[in-house]
């Protein structure tokens, strides 16, 4: 049987992300099993991590396996040996790894050579496991997930990449308050386009117009050199009171946290009625353990 990678959203069918959300939905009413017993898996961490090392060691525990964690700087992968010859080692070891990379080249390259599931727990290209937590989310407040309008408002970073692949998958309308030079991936988007899924705005209150939900990322990423530049470019595109005003009246808030109040988002908001951040938080653990359900035999 060929294995299965979780490297995007565009590598599934609808049908596969709803049996994944619904199995999700399972596992948080019974988060307890053996569906992992005796496996052996490894997070492999290039960039730190909160939710993300927390919620798959937990979620691997609950289902009775074993996490490996490894540190970019306590491992020889693509320094002192090949990533290729890295993933044909660990395969002879373990059941499945996720990785948190720098690079999606090397997450592809990883994979690519592993013979065990590959899971991306975040490349500065995409993040599929936070989105698809988003849509878990986004499912238990409003319900079905195609009738739902979704405004992103800020950098076109890995974040809203992964929305794109949610919105071609479920076919969702989006509307995007992007910055010039801040655009997401451009095959994307124009496949988007072309479905007449997307619009986008450089004013982020006529973006978040009658939205169902309103989205954002740090306008500063971990390590960026250039963050009073950034802060400075997308001073205006903070989520505040007016911005959510134009959105629907029972309209969401999410971000994928770590979240820097006073920049992207007003603190009223992130810690308001609207909020469902710490939903969508917890929802990393129960999308990851179906992920891994899905994936790992």
């Not at 599934?12 to 619904?22: A, E, Q, T, V």
């Not at 700087?73 to 080692?89: F, N, P, W």
């Not at 072309?194 to 982020?204: D, F, M």
């Not at 710490?278 to 353990?289: M, S, T, W, Y």
Request: proline content about 2%.
């Amino acid at each position: 049987m060929l294995k299965k990678d979780f490297i995007s959203l565009a590598d599934f069918s609808k049908s596969d992300l709803d049996n994944i959300i619904k199995l999700a939905l399972k596992l948080k009413k019974r988060p307890f099993n053996k569906k992992l017993n005796n496996k052996q898996i490894a997070l492999i961490f290039q960039k730190n991590s909160t939710r993300t090392r927390v919620s798959f060691e937990v979620g691997i525990n609950q289902m009775g396996g074993k996490a490996i964690i490894l540190n970019s700087s306590e491992m020889q992968l693509g320094r002192g040996e090949t990533i290729s010859d890295t993933a044909k080692v660990l395969s002879r070891y373990l059941d499945a790894i996720m990785i948190r990379a720098n690079e999606h080249n090397d997450l592809i390259e990883l994979a690519k050579h592993a013979s065990i599931p590959v899971i991306n727990g975040l490349t500065n290209f995409n993040h599929p496991c936070q989105i698809l937590a988003d849509l878990l989310t986004l499912y238990e407040k409003k319900g079905n997930i195609t009738k739902q309008k979704i405004c992103y408002i800020g950098d076109g970073n890995n974040i809203c990449n992964s929305w794109l692949n949610a919105a071609d998958k479920f076919k969702f309308k989006i509307s995007l308050a992007l910055k010039k030079g801040y655009y997401p991936d451009k095959i994307l988007l124009d496949n988007l386009k072309k479905q007449n899924l997307v619009e986008i705005y450089s004013n982020p209150k006529l973006a978040a117009k009658n939205s169902d939900l309103i989205t954002t990322d740090c306008f500063v990423s971990m390590g960026d050199k250039n963050a009073k530049a950034r802060l400075a470019t997308f001073k205006d595109f903070k989520i505040n009171k007016e911005i959510m005003q134009q959105a629907k009246k029972d309209a969401l808030f999410m971000h994928c946290l770590p979240a820097h109040r006073g920049e992207e988002v007003d603190a009223e908001i992130i810690d308001g009625k609207q909020s469902v951040v710490f939903d969508e938080a917890e929802n990393r653990l129960h999308i990851q353990k179906a992920i891994m359900s899905f994936l790992i035999k």
